[in-house]
């Protein structure tokens, strides 16, 4: 088991290093004079000079790089313009935000394509097997910010069910007392059952939006690969053995089906770490995509720098649970290495 | 035959949906398998021997439908029961062993837990006991070291190992019939022998029927009490084992055998028989099915094959049989 | 019969079997036309803003109803039609000629062009791909080429991939071992024997990438990169359509967003008619 996981970790470190590399790129890639970009658009050319020598942007390449390298290891990003403020505290106090919407939304997602798939895979021809099939063919195609939009329009404007789209509480509220910086289990902590309740209604619409997004994949490859496997010879020898179909659908055949599902969720992360930042603008979550947006606008660098280094490594961190729970999953992968 | 037969199929047809026409993969199947008797089907491959199997068990491939017939098994027609009638029958009275042992194993799954899986559908057994019996049955089958082996996956064992926990969750319920289907077949000469004792062994000590089904007649020959020989979805012939080989009636048994150097090789590596099996999607097909290769054809082989009863000693369903 | 009018005949068999592929192949030419002369044919300048009229509902003047400005949103959702589908050609182009080029190469010569191909491809997919997207732009400057070229590279692994397997595949058939043999250049047969082939599998995948980049530009416009206002692109029509949601004027961000959907269903659709008629075979 430790092999497994250390074989998955050495895969994990080209990946880190080729994305410090890109990011260390990105910026030093800006056309024009990067001194210039991150001193900001009102500073003077005494001021330009100042951070080209402070950021040590008149180094050979190599040096920077190392600098950079080694403010990364010590946990310093940058400063941000606009706020003044370290880059890495402000992403440290955002995150929490952008991870309860988005674990939240996979988790409507997988609620919903999972046994859709599954019931289509079961019963093909049927009404629930063409809807999954129209799921997975539309729903590719429907522009999470503007899925976003609508359910906005439909459920805060027409039907007054859902709360605006403000933010992660209502002002009447104020957030729970800090332990993970996730609402809903800090006011659980806490026993304050109104904030959770506030919470919950502010995540609803966002984390369903971005459950819609993310539930095509996840249905067609659950279907896809529960039909592989029901016709498989297992599945055969299961039945004439007069196995109940729970134990059939749910025991053999489900835990086999869900093999390449895991597997596609690495892809679907991708999607949705993306889908979380133009999410995050249509509701005006305090997250670190719209912290990140918020920093293009005003073209203050070191935020941008800092969000896509810290989306990457999450990434690549999320990537590497995904193979080591595969592992764990699949005794052919466990036992092998 | 006196007492009433494990199994007894009678008329049985089935055919299959296909986009490019139905196919009538049986038809009028008829055959028995008496308790505690060996019957080996045997047929090339596109013969339906596996079909049959498939038809009895009651787990053949959406596109098929059995179009008639009757599969009586204690008492029970299979083909007409419910499904709960079904699942108390299957896997308990009737079983079934298949080719190619670890495709047919669940892969992620102990192999000690596929059998108590087994235990605890059928057998009256609690949770605590069924890991247990399952290295008991382990044993019982011969695999060394049962207890660690329960532990097992189907990936880490050879194929005769995993042939062998097949027949374990077939025996697990202790049925009246096993059904094995091609079990042998991709094992060694040697696994090949061992595992055919072994079903042997076991079905004698309870006094189980076994129909086994293979491409292979010197593995019938070896092993079985009856053979049935089909063509193209037809049983042409069924007689003892002693029978078929001293007077083989059929012209296609017939040419079976005497292409069979000294009975060691199987049916697909024969020298071929004139002609090929005939294509079961056709409208125009005739009633005997070999009679557009049949050196032997009359012309009053065009009507509809003779019935024999199913308990007749040798059947044959031709107008113009060897003597 | 030549092979393109076999292929065309296979074209029309496939589109008649399965008639949703045929609604796509007239969504698109619909989408072509309203792109080539959509801008002539509109009611009203897509930049013309009217405030006396602003912020009105759908009726008969205004099919789509205008937006905080004035400005006709049927108009400017036909003119966006241009932008948008230029934006996806570009970068679909773009990506078509790097990725395929690279993944040729490194399928065909092996060794270290297909290490160095490959590295790039897998440090790419350690992003998640839209914040790349991002980054790429916020580093190059915002404007529209970035965009597409942000586009191509994050679309780059799935095209070096396909190429690199098909070209792998090729390397040793008995065509171009003809082709060595009888003295060719390596580059020549490359270009000759290799490229061609791996063409109609790459067309494809082309027609699925086109959604995928509309909708991407459209996400990074969402996010005020790129396209700035007042031109008329759906993203950012949606985008400046956000905030009048609340207060229930729906038109202006629908439209844009409808047209968006609609397009990359088009997409997707033909991209796999195009799947079926190029290799049956790989039918889902």
Same mark, same amino acid.
């Given at each position: 088991?430790?092999?497994?996981?250390?074989?998955?970790?050495?895969?994990?470190?080209?990946?880190?290093?080729?994305?410090?590399?890109?990011?260390?790129?990105?910026?030093?890639?800006?056309?024009?004079?990067?001194?210039?970009?991150?001193?900001?658009?009102?500073?003077?050319?005494?001021?330009?000079?100042? !951070?080209?020598?402070?950021?040590?942007?008149?180094?050979?390449?190599?040096?920077?790089?190392?600098?950079?390298?080694?403010?990364?290891?010590?946990?310093?990003?940058?400063?941000?313009?606009?706020?003044?403020?370290?880059?890495?505290?402000? !992403?440290?106090?955002?995150? =929490?935000?952008?991870?309860?919407?988005?674990?939240?939304?996979?988790?409507?997602?997988?609620?919903?394509?999972?046994?859709?798939?599954?019931?289509?895979?079961?019963?093909?021809?049927?009404?629930? %097997?063409?809807?999954?099939?129209?799921?997975?063919?539309?729903?590719?195609?429907?522009?999470?910010?503007?899925?976003?939009?609508?359910?906005?329009?439909?459920?805060?404007?027409?039907?007054?069910?859902?709360?605006?789209? +403000?933010?992660?509480?209502?002002?009447?509220?104020?957030?729970?007392?800090?332990?993970?910086?996730?609402?809903?289990?800090?006011?659980?902590?806490?026993?304050?059952?109104?904030?959770?309740?506030?919470?919950?209604?502010?995540?609803?619409?966002?984390?369903?939006?971005?459950?819609?997004?993310?539930?095509?994949?996840?249905?067609?490859?659950?279907?896809?690969?529960?039909?592989?496997?029901?016709?498989?010879?297992?599945?055969?020898?299961?039945?004439?053995?007069? +196995?109940?179909?729970?134990?059939?659908?749910?025991?053999?055949?489900?835990?086999?089906?869900?093999?390449?599902?895991?597997?596609?969720?690495?892809? &679907?992360?991708?999607?949705?770490?993306?889908?979380?930042?133009?999410?995050?603008?249509?509701?005006?979550?305090?997250?670190?995509?719209?912290?990140?947006?918020?920093?293009?606008?005003?073209?203050?660098?070191? *935020?941008?720098?800092?969000?896509?280094?810290? $989306?990457?490594?999450?990434?690549?961190?999320?990537?590497?649970?995904?193979?080591?729970?595969?592992?764990?999953?699949?005794?052919?992968?466990?036992?092998?290495? | /035959?006196?007492?009433?037969?494990? +199994?007894?199929?009678?008329?049985?047809?089935? #055919?299959?949906?296909?986009?490019?026409?139905?196919?009538?993969?049986?038809?009028?199947?008829?055959?028995?398998?008496?308790?505690?008797?060996?019957?080996?089907?045997?047929?090339?491959?596109?013969?339906?021997?596996?079909?049959?199997?498939?038809?009895?068990?009651?787990?053949?491939?959406?596109?098929?439908?059995?179009?008639?017939?009757?599969?009586?098994?204690?008492?029970?027609?299979?083909?007409?029961?419910?499904?709960?009638?079904?699942?108390?029958?299957?896997?308990?009275?009737?079983?079934?062993?298949?080719?190619?042992?670890?495709?047919?194993?669940?892969?992620?799954?102990?192999?000690?837990?596929? !059998?108590?899986?087994?235990?605890?559908?059928?057998?009256?057994?609690?949770?605590?006991?069924?890991?247990?019996?399952?290295? #008991? +049955?382990?044993?019982?089958?011969?695999?060394?070291?049962?207890?660690?082996?329960?532990?097992?996956?189907?990936?880490?064992?050879?194929?005769?190992?995993?042939?062998?926990?097949?027949?374990?969750?077939?025996?697990?319920?202790? *049925?009246?019939?096993?059904?094995?289907?091609?079990?042998?077949?991709?094992?060694?000469?040697?696994?090949?022998?061992?595992? /055919?004792?072994?079903?042997?062994?076991?079905?004698?000590?309870?006094?189980?029927?076994?129909?086994?089904?293979?491409?292979?007649?010197?593995?019938?020959?070896?092993?079985?009490?009856? !053979?049935? &020989?089909?063509?193209?979805?037809?049983?042409?012939?069924?007689?003892?084992?002693?029978?078929?080989?001293?007077?083989?009636?059929?012209?296609?048994?017939?040419?079976?055998?005497?292409?069979?150097? %000294?009975?060691?090789?199987?049916?697909?590596?024969?020298?071929?028989?004139?002609?090929?099996? *005939?294509?079961?999607?056709?409208?125009?097909? =005739?009633?005997?099915?070999?009679?557009?290769?049949?050196?032997?054809?009359?012309?009053?082989?065009?009507?509809?094959?003779?019935?024999?009863?199913?308990?007749?000693?040798?059947?044959?369903?031709?107008?113009?049989?060897?003597? | 019969?030549?092979?393109?009018?076999?292929?065309?005949?296979?074209?029309?068999?496939?589109?008649?079997?399965?008639?949703?592929?045929?609604?796509?192949?007239?969504?698109?030419?619909?989408?072509?036309?309203?792109?080539?002369?959509?801008?002539?044919?509109?009611?009203?300048?897509?930049?013309?803003?009217?405030?006396?009229?602003?912020?009105?509902?759908?009726?008969?003047?205004?099919?789509?109803?205008?937006?905080?400005?004035?400005?006709?949103?049927?108009?400017?959702?036909?003119?966006?039609?241009?932008?948008?589908?230029?934006?996806?050609?570009?970068?679909?182009?773009?990506?078509?000629? $790097?990725?395929?080029?690279?993944?040729?190469?490194?399928?065909?010569?092996?060794?270290?062009?297909?290490?160095?191909?490959?590295?790039?491809?897998?440090?790419?997919?350690?992003?998640?791909?839209? &914040?790349?997207? /991002?980054?790429? &732009?916020?580093?190059?400057?915002?404007?529209?080429?970035?965009?597409?070229?942000?586009?191509?590279?994050?679309?780059?692994?799935?095209?070096?991939?396909?190429?690199?397997?098909?070209?792998?595949?090729?390397? #040793?058939?008995?065509?171009?071992?003809?082709?060595?043999?009888?003295?060719?250049?390596?580059?020549?047969?490359?270009?000759?024997?290799?490229? *061609?082939?791996?063409?109609?599998?790459?067309?494809?995948?082309?027609?699925?990438?086109?959604?995928?980049?509309?909708?991407?530009?459209?996400?990074?416009?969402?996010?005020?990169?790129?396209?700035?206002?007042?031109?008329?692109?759906?993203?950012?029509?949606?985008?400046?359509?956000?905030?009048?949601?609340?207060?229930?004027?729906?038109?202006?961000?629908?439209?844009?967003?409808?047209?968006?959907?609609?397009?990359?269903?088009?997409?997707?659709?033909?991209?796999?008619?195009?799947?079926?008629?190029?290799?049956?075979?790989?039918?889902?």
């Amino acid at each position: 088991m430790g092999n497994l996981v250390l074989k998955r970790l050495l895969v994990a470190v080209p990946s880190l290093v080729g994305v410090v590399i890109v990011t260390f790129l990105l910026t030093r890639a800006l056309p024009g004079d990067p001194a210039a970009y991150f001193a900001g658009p009102a500073a003077t050319k005494e001021a330009i000079e100042q !951070i080209r020598v402070k950021l040590g942007l008149d180094q050979p390449l190599i040096i920077q790089f190392g600098r950079y390298v080694a403010d990364l290891v010590r946990g310093d990003l940058g400063i941000s313009l606009t706020t003044g403020q370290p880059v890495i505290s402000e !992403i440290r106090t955002r995150l =929490p935000a952008s991870a309860e919407l988005t674990l939240l939304g996979l988790l409507v997602s997988v609620s919903i394509a999972v046994p859709l798939g599954i019931f289509a895979a079961t019963r093909p021809g049927s009404l629930i %097997d063409h809807m999954c099939r129209v799921v997975a063919s539309a729903g590719v195609s429907l522009p999470v910010f503007f899925t976003g939009l609508m359910l906005v329009y439909v459920f805060y404007y027409l039907l007054g069910w859902a709360p605006a789209p +403000l933010g992660r509480l209502d002002i009447f509220y104020s957030p729970p007392p800090h332990f993970t910086g996730f609402y809903l289990i800090d006011s659980a902590i806490a026993g304050n059952g109104e904030v959770f309740l506030a919470s919950l209604k502010q995540l609803i619409l966002p984390a369903l939006t971005l459950g819609i997004f993310s539930l095509a994949p996840i249905a067609r490859m659950t279907r896809a690969s529960m039909l592989a496997v029901l016709s498989s010879d297992f599945i055969r020898t299961a039945r004439a053995s007069g +196995l109940s179909p729970f134990t059939i659908t749910v025991t053999y055949a489900f835990r086999n089906a869900m093999l390449p599902v895991v597997t596609t969720l690495g892809m &679907v992360f991708s999607f949705l770490l993306g889908a979380n930042v133009l999410v995050e603008k249509v509701f005006a979550w305090p997250g670190i995509g719209s912290f990140a947006v918020e920093a293009l606008i005003a073209s203050d660098f070191a *935020p941008v720098q800092g969000f896509v280094l810290t $989306m990457a490594m999450m990434y690549v961190a999320l990537n590497l649970m995904i193979d080591i729970l595969y592992g764990l999953i699949d005794p052919r992968v466990r036992l092998e290495s | /035959m006196n007492a009433a037969p494990a +199994l007894l199929v009678e008329n049985l047809s089935v #055919e299959f949906r296909t986009r490019s026409g139905v196919v009538r993969a049986l038809e009028s199947v008829s055959f028995a398998v008496a308790k505690g008797e060996t019957l080996a089907i045997v047929g090339e491959s596109g013969s339906g021997k596996s079909v049959t199997a498939y038809a009895v068990m009651g787990i053949l491939d959406p596109a098929g439908r059995v179009t008639s017939g009757r599969a009586v098994l204690g008492g029970l027609d299979l083909l007409q029961a419910s499904p709960s009638q079904l699942a108390e029958v299957r896997g308990r009275e009737i079983a079934m062993i298949f080719q190619n042992p670890r495709a047919a194993l669940n892969p992620i799954r102990p192999v000690g837990r596929q !059998i108590a899986d087994v235990l605890l559908r059928h057998g009256n057994v609690t949770r605590a006991e069924a890991p247990n019996l399952a290295v #008991e +049955l382990l044993r019982a089958v011969g695999i060394p070291d049962p207890a660690r082996r329960a532990k097992a996956y189907p990936f880490e064992m050879s194929g005769g190992m995993c042939q062998r926990v097949m027949i374990a969750i077939a025996l697990a319920a202790k *049925p009246s019939l096993l059904i094995a289907d091609e079990p042998t077949t991709g094992l060694d000469v040697t696994t090949q022998a061992v595992i /055919m004792d072994l079903i042997s062994d076991l079905a004698a000590g309870s006094g189980m029927a076994t129909m086994f089904i293979t491409h292979d007649l010197a593995l019938a020959a070896q092993r079985a009490n009856r !053979i049935a &020989v089909m063509h193209a979805g037809h049983v042409i012939e069924c007689a003892s084992r002693r029978e078929l080989f001293a007077r083989p009636r059929h012209p296609y048994t017939a040419e079976l055998i005497a292409a069979t150097p %000294d009975r060691v090789a199987s049916l697909d590596q024969l020298a071929s028989i004139p002609g090929s099996l *005939p294509d079961l999607r056709r409208l125009d097909l =005739p009633h005997c099915r070999y009679s557009e290769r049949c050196p032997r054809k009359r012309t009053d082989c065009d009507q509809p094959l003779p019935r024999s009863p199913v308990n007749a000693a040798h059947m044959v369903a031709c107008w113009n049989p060897l003597q | 019969m030549t092979a393109l009018a076999a292929t065309a005949r296979h074209a029309r068999y496939v589109i008649g079997e399965n008639p949703v592929t045929g609604l796509a192949f007239a969504l698109f030419v619909l989408i072509v036309l309203a792109a080539a002369f959509g801008p002539f044919l509109v009611p009203y300048d897509p930049l013309a803003s009217n405030t006396a009229v602003a912020l009105k509902p759908p009726s008969a003047a205004h099919w789509f109803g205008t937006d905080q400005l004035g400005r006709d949103v049927f108009s400017r959702v036909i003119v966006a039609t241009r932008l948008d589908f230029l934006i996806a050609l570009s970068s679909v182009a773009l990506v078509f000629l $790097m990725g395929g080029l690279a993944g040729v190469a490194a399928g065909y010569f092996g060794g270290w062009t297909d290490r160095i191909v490959g590295r790039i491809a897998d440090t790419i997919m350690a992003f998640p791909l839209f &914040v790349l997207a /991002m980054g790429i &732009v916020a580093a190059l400057g915002n404007t529209v080429e970035n965009i597409v070229i942000a586009t191509a590279i994050v679309n780059f692994p799935l095209y070096a991939r396909v190429a690199r397997a098909e070209a792998n595949i090729r390397r #040793e058939a008995g065509f171009v071992e003809a082709a060595r043999l009888s003295g060719n250049s390596e580059l020549r047969i490359l270009g000759c024997h290799v490229l *061609p082939n791996v063409f109609p599998i790459l067309v494809v995948q082309m027609s699925l990438t086109m959604g995928y980049a509309i909708l991407n530009a459209a996400g990074l416009s969402f996010i005020g990169l790129g396209v700035r206002p007042p031109t008329a692109e759906w993203g950012i029509m949606v985008a400046e359509g956000a905030a009048f949601i609340v207060s229930g004027e729906w038109w202006i961000a629908l439209f844009p967003g409808a047209a968006l959907m609609l397009a990359v269903f088009c997409f997707n659709l033909l991209g796999d008619g195009l799947r079926d008629i190029v290799d049956p075979r790989r039918r889902t």
